[in-house]
Every structure is written in C-alpha cells, then in structure tokens.
C-alpha cells in the first residue's frame, strides 16, 4: 500500500542522516542515582501491593515526577534536557523496582518527548513549564479498537471549528488513565477519507467535557497501569493544542514516538528481566536440599542455564544502550538497533522470567515470590506495539533500504 510509504526510508530517522545531538546540561548520571533512590525507597516497597491491589502507583509517581518528570524537556523550559540514553537507564532501575510505575512513567516521558519536539512558545509555557516543575503528568492515547497495534493508522476524527478542534472516536489502553493532567492524542482531519497515516497529534487536558473513561483496567500484568479505555464526542479544544503541523504527524511517530517508546518500554522490561535474574540468583544461593545438604548453586546444570540467562541480559542491556546512544548521536547504524531493542527485550524478558521460575521451582511457583509479578509483567512486552513481528520485519527493511511502512 503505496500510502504509507514515507520516502526511501520512511520516516526521519534515516540511516546515516545525522540528527542534531541531544544537548545535556545535566548528567543521565546524576538522574539514574535519583531513581535509583526512589527505586529503592518509594517503588520497591509499593511494588507488591501496586500489583496485588491493581491500583495506580500514586506514590511512586508523584515522586518520580517531581524529580524527573522533566527528564526529557529542554533545559531552557526548565528540564533536564536529557535524551534516550537517560531514558534506557532510568526505566532499567524503575523496571526492576516495578514494572506498573515504570510503563507509566515511560508514558509521561513519550508524551513530553512528543509536546517538546515542536513546541510553540505557548505550549513551552503551558505545558513544558509545568513539566519541568513536576507539576503535570502527560501520558499517549494513540491506540484504538479498531487498529489494535498499528498504532500510526489513527481514525479518531478532529474536526476544524475555527479557533477550536474537535474530536470524537475511541481510544483503548491509555496508561494513566484517568489520572494524567493531559493526553497526547492522535488524530485525522477529514474523516474517513483521509489517508490513514497522516494523522495529528493534539494534547486534550484531562477534565474536557465529552470524554468518557472505560471499565477499570483489569491486566494480566502491569496492573498498576491503569491502562483504559477512553471515548472522545466531540470533545473540544482550542487549536493551540495542536502538536506540530496538521497531518503531517507521521513525522512524529518515526522521530519522536518510536524512538522515546521502543527505548522507554526497552528500558523498564529490561529491568524486569534483570529483577527476576536477581531474584533467582538469590534463591539459588539459599536453596540446599535437607537430606543430601546439597546446595542448588553447586549443580552444573543450574550454573549453565543461570550464566546463559545472564549473558542473555546482558547482551540485550548492550544493544539497548547502543541504541540510545546511536539515536541521540543520529548515527548510521541508530534505526536497525532501535527497532531491535525492543523486540530483543521482549524475548529476553519472556525467556528469562519463565526459565526464572523455573529454576525457582516447586518454591518459587507455590509461593509469593516476585517471580509471579515479573513473569505476568514481562508477558506484555510483545503484546506492546510496535509488535516483535513487527518490529523484526522493520529492522530488515532498515538494513535492505526498504520504507518500513508501506509494500
Ligand atoms: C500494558 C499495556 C499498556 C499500554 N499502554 C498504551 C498507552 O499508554 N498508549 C497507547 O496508545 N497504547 C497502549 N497500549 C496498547 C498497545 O500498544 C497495543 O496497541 C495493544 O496492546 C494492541 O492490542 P490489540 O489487542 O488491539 O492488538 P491486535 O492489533 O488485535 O493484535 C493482536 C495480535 O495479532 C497479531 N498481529 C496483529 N497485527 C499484526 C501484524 N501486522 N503483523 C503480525 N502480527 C500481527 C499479534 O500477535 C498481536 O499481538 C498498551 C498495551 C498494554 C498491554
């Protein structure tokens, strides 16, 4: 299908085309320290209770955004200014500490990656300002019933009312729902017969009358997410909250929405596959059988499937951090890794937690190990678009010069 085909390498982030570096007054050291703080402090210790209850991490959440909501806003807005790299990092130690927190941070993160990218004065003001401050949480509602996974072919119509937009269609899975104070939402001008592809993204504050929020989120995993359902009718807006330029969003996706998405969702399953590696590590060294005094570590079999599963980690914990590194730097071989990241992470995340348990055994599945959340969490990491499919196909076309989207 010839409408989707973005020039000859669909969207911008081309091979060896440079982009402009990400300028960081603040070191992704210094935010990695802090949340590893709140890891330690705020999100670990909720993490149970976050899952067991399905309820929103408001804890971990108002403390992350104070102190890094503003990760990725320019520092001129009063961010961080920081880019992927800090983004890779971040999520790791919030994935390990909770999974839940981690997504709905990542999400924040996405949306203000998308409002910083073409930001007018009055959006820096409105939006970037409160950001920075901790003061606003953002999150995206850019799926929909009806497209499932693809998640750039939006239909949720936005109709021109002079200085006003209005919007009626369905949104589905909007982590944070409900509790953000604004949502990045795609949209088509024109109604059905404008070209799926060439949609607009519009941030709607969270109380516009017309929007109607779903049953509560009910997951197998990420049960902190609040990931809900939303329907917009005619919900109106003023036209300063158009994001960038009308239809031409498909920018957006490729440049700003994928990369800050497959690095932000890399980042936190990473941490979620590291969290159970941990976790058995740590079972193994305890277990000893009564009778015989035989410990589990001693078994060279469980030695060999434990090194496999950490050298599994590690290399996708490498490809993720080049990834970022690579698409902050806009070097040549930054698309083929970032489009890999994720769907490396979504395979190590489902191998590890599931040979975790394992290895685990009897112990590990009858109990109340965290091994039970991180297994459930993990599973959603293919389930998230861009599919691993998807995403695998995408990558050769990025290396055979082929438009990703497109025949
Ligand atoms: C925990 C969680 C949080 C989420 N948060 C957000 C969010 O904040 N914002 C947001 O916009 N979205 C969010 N999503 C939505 C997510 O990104 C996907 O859009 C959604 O999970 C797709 O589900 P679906 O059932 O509609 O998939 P479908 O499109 O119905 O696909 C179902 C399955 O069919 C197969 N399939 C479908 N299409 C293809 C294809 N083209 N090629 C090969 N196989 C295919 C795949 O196996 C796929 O898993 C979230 C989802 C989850 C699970």
Redo the contacts with the bound molecule.
Sequence with gaps: MGWLSCGKHAGGVRRGERRRSVVTGTEPGVAVATARRLADEVLAPNAALVDAERRWPAEGMSALLSELGGLVVPEECGGMGLGLSAVARVGEVTGRACASTS?CLG?HLVASAVISARATDHQRRHLLEPIAAGEHLT?????E?GT????WLARTAMENKGDRLLLTGE?????NGGHADSYVVSTVAGGADTLPGRFSCVLLDADAPGMTWGAPWT?MG?RG?D?RSLRLDGVSLPRTRLLGEEGDQIWYVFNVVAPYFLIAMAGTYLGVAAAALEEVRRHLLRRRHALSGDALAAQPMVQHRLGSMWARVERTRRLIHQAAEEADAGGPEGLPALLSAKAEVAETVESVTNEALTLAGGIGYAGDSPLHRHLRDGR?A????P?T??LRMWTGRALLEQPLLGE
Excluded: Q, R, W, Y
């Excluded at 999150?139 to 799926?143: E, K, M, N, R």
């Excluded at 949104?171 to 982590?175: L, Q």
């Excluded at 293919?382 to 678009?385: E, G, L, R, S, Y």
């Design positions: 997504i999400m999150t995206l509602a850019l799926s019933p499932g996974g693809e998640f949104k589905s899975f909007v982590t997951g990420m997410n990931s959603a293919h389930v998230m678009a599919l499919d998807t």
